[in-house]
């Protein structure tokens, strides 16, 4: 113990549960207090604070937080001058990017960002908007929304840049992708002047690497076998494997044992199939984390 904190921001609203839940898998348990912006974690070197994503950049960069998680997107809007750590590819809903779409009206006569010209834009991120429309020489008025941005064409505004993971909300309002701006992903963030300090630096890489090795453990899990050492090779080759198989010799040396990591989804394929080439003991176990 040094009795030195880290100051961490964990992202209020969407991003919050999701958060909380990889923490969690990585060994760090978050607690949110009814109207307490401030979470208690089992770390006694680390204090949260809530913060919404849209601000955690700002926050870090004027050093009011060491370190934060936000969205790729939120630090482009707020053109904050942060140190990113790493990426973490998580959001709300999915393990994949969200995506800043331009979006019109089913039966809007807009086709392409070139038929904006003078038009009313809405969206949470004005200066993404701005400078995307500036990129095709095209001129607008982008309004900030404060919320519930897919009703708002064709009466309150012309066309929209919102967020979207599945594009069901989109479709459940009647609107139409013209257009794609930014896919963008979660990403662990600290203070530049923080991060020059060696205790949180090496605070925040460890934190950076259990959060890492539960997301590449998703959808994985371990297999173990063993087999006769004359049918190893026809084993082998169907057994895909995260590098390459841990092959050990048992106490009778005609067998071998193998050990591996493959994708949960292909488990109930290939179990047949090493069973036929002569694998036997199979055994299928979970892994929550794995560190190259």
Known sequence: MTGRVLRL?????????STAALFS????NIKFASR???????????????IRAQEMARYVENGILDAGITGFDWILETGADVHEVCELVFSKVSRRPVRWVLCVPEDSTVRSVKDLQDKTIATEVV???????ASHGVTARV???????????PRLADAIVEVTETGSSLKANNLRIVEELLQS???????????NDLWIQEK??????????CLEAEGKVGLMMN????????????????????????SDPAWVALNTIVDENIVRTIIPRLKAAGARGIVEYPISKIID
């Not at 200066?127 to 429309?133: A, S």
């Not at 992903?185 to 991060?195: H, L, P, V």
């Not at 925040?204 to 090795?213: T, V």
């Open 185 to 195: 992903t979660t990403r662990f963030i600290a203070n530049k002047s923080s991060w």
């Open 227 to 250: 087999t006769l050492e004359h049918n190893l090779s026809a084993v082998l080759a169907i057994l895909p494997a995260l590098q390459k198989p841990t092959v050990s010799h048992l």
């Open 36 to 50: 307490s912006y401030f979470p208690s974690i089992d770390d006694p070197e680390i204090e949260c604070m809530l």
């Open 25 to 28: 898998k990585a060994g760090y």
């Open 204 to 213: 925040i890489q460890n934190i950076a690497l259990m959060l890492q090795s």
């Open 9 to 17: 921001g964990i992202p209020a609203g969407s991003l919050q549960e």
């Open 127 to 133: 200066g993404l908007t701005t400078r995307f429309l």
């Open 143 to 153: 309004e900030f929304s404060w919320g519930a941005t897919e009703v708002k064409p």
